[in-house]
């Protein structure tokens, strides 16, 4: 059974950080590039982050570049996603995703920035 299970969210204020996890299970972890999206009310859901199945290559949004931080342990089959320096519009709820010949999607966690 596929499972991507995403942790850490919460409330902070403004300037804050956060770290989220994604732990997956079900599947062979090091096949997949894996990618974290993010959905504010009202808005499409949108690419945050992404690397590469060996951690090599890896691509971050314009409005996240230098507050952001992805990372993998390919041997705890986990990623991450440290976020510093939050601004309210990063308010959404975060997902992680799995991909290589299918899309692998968790269920969300909610990241609020605010006062």
């Known amino acids: 059974q596929v499972q991507l299970v995403e942790s850490g969210g919460g409330l902070v204020q403004p300037g804050g950080s956060l770290r989220l996890s994604c732990a997956a299970s079900?599947?062979?972890?090091?096949?997949?590039?894996m990618r974290w999206f993010r959905q504010a009310p009202g808005k499409e859901r949108e690419l945050v982050a992404s690397i590469s199945r060996t951690g090599r290559d890896i691509n971050y949004a314009d409005s996240v570049k230098g507050r952001f931080t992805i990372s993998r342990d390919n041997a705890k089959n986990t990623v991450y996603l440290q976020m510093k320096s939050l601004k309210p519009e990063d308010t959404a709820v975060y997902y992680c995703?799995?991909?290589?010949?299918?899309?692998?999607w968790g269920q969300g966690t909610q990241v609020t920035v605010s006062l």
């Open positions: 079900g599947f062979t972890f090091t096949n997949y590039a």
């Open positions: 995703n799995a991909r290589f010949l299918v899309d692998y």
